[in-house]
Nanobody, 119 residues
Framework: QVQLVESGGGLVQPGGSLRLSCSAS????????MGWYRQAPGKQREFVAR???????GYADSVKGRFIISRDNTKNTVWLQMDNLKPEDTAVYYC?????????????WGQGTQVTVSS
């Protein structure tokens, strides 16, 4: 099991930026696909972005061109750079270490970090 700790959330005005970080324990981080998901009040958790062990990335249509996911396997860390934030980006953001056998949306989760976009 992987322990994940997110940080970097907060309150930001529309058009602003935030950078989320996720630190992972364990020696298998470099071999895992990592992802970010979010859950807004009253809504289901949804996919935001993912990055494979080889660096291939994928994004939800709603964040393409505004968010960038990256990782440093030497630091067991994955980041989510969020630019041009919109009020609809307000949610709790969760880091995910994907189970390689079960695929996206499975595996281990962090505790979440709140992102609020408001003027």
């Amino acid at each position: 099991q992987v322990q994940l700790v997110e940080s970097g959330g907060g309150l930001v005005q529309p058009g602003g930026s935030l950078r989320l970080s996720c630190s992972a324990s364990g020696s298998i981080f470099s071999r895992q696909t990592m992802g970010w998901y979010r859950q807004a009040p009253g809504k289901q958790r949804e996919f935001v972005a993912r990055i494979t062990s080889g660096g291939t990335t994928g994004y939800a249509d709603s964040v393409k061109g505004r968010f960038i996911i990256s990782r440093d396997n030497t630091k067991n860390t994955v980041w989510l750079q969020m630019d041009n934030l919109k009020p609809e980006d307000t949610a709790v953001y969760y880091c995910n270490a994907e189970n390689r056998y079960l695929g996206p949306g499975t595996g281990d989760w962090g505790q979440g970090t709140q992102v609020t976009v408001s003027s």
